[in-house]
């Protein structure tokens, strides 16, 4: 193996060396080395070990998640991976006392983090914060707002009116003031069911078509899955595939007339695609406009929730969110440092007894398999400027005509 050819060679060069070779070489430094290799390769031996210990559960997990790798090289190399987050995954697990949220295996498994931020635009992979601020800030350049149409207004007076609710709690642990202790809008029929963004950075897309998908419920009633794919070939803005706004989604839908459903414009996970101009446009899809949630205003974000579903951005990044499976996540070091990465949908809040802590609800992209069948709750008090991931850091929910 690598490390004991490593090893050999080290000792076959300190036995071969000339005299004056072996002079530059100080005993002590020589000793280090080989007490290094001898660590490395203790651990290579107890990783093996656990391979082979592992390797029927690993095998459960390959035919779950439908993996066919293209060698016994590769398969080998992704169950080394898919091991040493299984180690993360049991030590997490069995802290004590026990954690608020748990670690288990998902279709990232066998993915390092790195391949994981690659694949979904994340981490050093994102476009940064600083670069969605600018697209927000000329995007806010050029809106025009009719803020004569009434459904604005209205909107704007009652997210006012909810958002002094919320702060008149007059405690830093109650930021609901008089709103409703508990809000959950995929009982309240207003949530679509979990998609899956894939190999594509789509997630502001997911985000955008989330929150017009709420909004048309709770105005009509009627819940429909609008398209991402839509948004991705037509909306010219963003980037597709490679990230995007949901502010300029919400303005896409205005200028486009609504969205069509997903069953007629169905999702490809790919950009560069045509777009279909002539698609049948949802009744009632049709953004008239949205309000952006000042930066860092956890009460801004509790009064649009409670209205309805609620575009977020957050990090998403971490390890430990690759392999989120269940739980309040609690993790006050994701978001420390407010990056965000990933657009999501806030669709409620409340209070889990068991880890005595209040949470908001997310609804993912990435599939059932992942989180809570695709959700995840985020506590909802943190020491972080932005909260918890820094789901403060950007939000934005549309109006409809």
């Not at 702060?167 to 009982?187: F, H, K, M, V």
Request: charged fraction near 25%.
């Amino acid at each position: 193996m690598k490390i004991s050819k490593t090893l050999q060679t080290l000792l076959f060069l300190a036995a071969s060396a000339s005299p004056v070779s072996a002079a530059q070489i100080p005993e002590t430094e020589f000793n280090n080395h080989v007490l290094l290799m001898t660590q490395q390769q203790q651990e290579e031996t107890h990783l093996m070990g656990r391979v082979e210990s592992l390797r029927e559960t690993f095998v459960e997990w390959k035919n779950a998640f439908q993996r066919e790798y293209t060698s016994v090289e590769e398969e080998f190399k992704r169950m080394l991976v898919w091991v040493k987050h299984h180690d993360i995954i049991e030590k997490h697990n069995s802290q004590s006392p026990t954690p608020s949220y748990k670690l288990g295996h998902n279709n990232f498994s066998d993915m390092s983090n790195d391949e994981f931020q690659k694949q979904n635009n994340l981490g050093k992979y994102s476009p940064g914060i600083e670069a969605i601020q600018a697209k927000q800030e000329r995007l806010k350049a050029m809106k025009t707002r009719p803020d004569h149409k009434v459904h604005i207004k209205d909107f704007e007076i009652e997210f006012r009116h909810l958002r002094e609710q919320a702060a008149n709690g007059g405690d830093e642990d109650d930021d609901l003031g008089s709103l409703p202790r508990t809000i959950n809008w995929i009982e309240g029929g207003a949530v679509t069911p979990v998609k899956n963004q894939e190999r594509c950075g789509s997630c502001w897309a997911f985000s955008a078509t989330g929150a017009i998908e709420g909004a048309m419920y709770i105005k009509s009633g009627q819940l429909t899955p609008l398209s991402e794919q839509n948004l991705l070939d037509c909306d010219h803005t963003d980037n597709g595939c490679e990230g995007g706004i949901m502010e300029n989604a919400f303005q896409f839908d205005e200028s486009f007339h609504g969205l069509c459903s997903e069953e007629n414009y169905p999702y490809l996970a790919i950009d560069g695609h045509a777009c279909d101009y002539d698609c049948e446009k949802v009744d009632g899809s049709q953004v008239q406009s949205y309000i952006d949630i000042p930066e860092g205003d956890k009460h801004g974000l509790i009064a649009s929730i409670v209205m309805q579903p609620t575009s977020v951005a957050m990090q998403a990044d971490q390890l430990a969110f690759q392999l989120y499976s269940e739980g309040v996540f609690d993790d006050d070091s994701c978001g420390e440092r407010g990056m965000i990465d990933h657009g999501v949908l806030a669709v409620g809040y409340g209070h889990d007894e068991d880890a005595d802590l209040n949470y908001i609800t997310i609804k993912n992209s990435w599939g059932e398999d992942w989180g809570e069948d695709g959700y995840i709750r985020l506590k909802r008090h943190s020491p972080n400027e932005w909260g918890t991931c820094a789901i403060l850091r950007i939000m934005t929910t549309p109006v409809m005509e």
